[in-house]
């Protein structure tokens, strides 16, 4: 009988020892599973979130640089100087600029708001000629975003940089005084 017991006590001893070598091996799986998954998807999260942040200062950079070249290009006339004008006329900082240089400094402002290089960033098209009535004006914006945290070494195999770009379309004022 002692035999029996020792037996029975023996293989409940060998259980209890199976199911102990498996202490804390969940919580260090868990870890390295949540580490595996976990760095990938906040780096995503990075990245898209500088992309789309630069999608949207692109975006508002595009159509400032309309409205400025607009409002360059519709200065006031001196012939009107005692008739009453509302107030669509152009700010001090924009009178007396080309609306190239106006879209320019537009486009450099709204894109500092981000943290984005302004250097050439804004080509200008006006058809017929920016001052003239019912004339077009095409600005597009285009930057290139750095992606963070990709080494100079791996260039070769993955783009360290994604170009964002955006247009938008304004038309001069019909009525414009063009004398």
Known sequence: MTAARL????????????LRGDDGNAVVEFLGV???????TVYLVLVLGRLQAAAFAVDGAARE??????????????????VDQPDEHPPASLAGLDPSSAAAAAVGIALAD???PADDAVSLVCTPACDQPGATVIA????????????????????????????????????????
């Open 7 to 18: 037996r029975r006590g023996y293989a409940v001893l060998r259980r209890r020892a199976d």
């Open 34 to 40: 949540a580490l595996v998954l976990l760095i990938p």
């Open 65 to 82: 640089a309309v409205r400025a070249a607009l409002v360059a290009a519709q200065e006031p006339a001196a012939s009107d100087e005692g």
């Open 114 to 116: 981000q943290g984005l």
């Open 140 to 179: 597009r914006v285009e930057v290139t975003v750095d992606l963070p945290l990709i080494p100079a070494f791996v260039q070769d195999r993955v783009p360290l940089a994604v170009p964002v770009s955006a247009s938008a379309t304004g038309r001069v004022d019909q009525y414009l005084d063009a004398g």
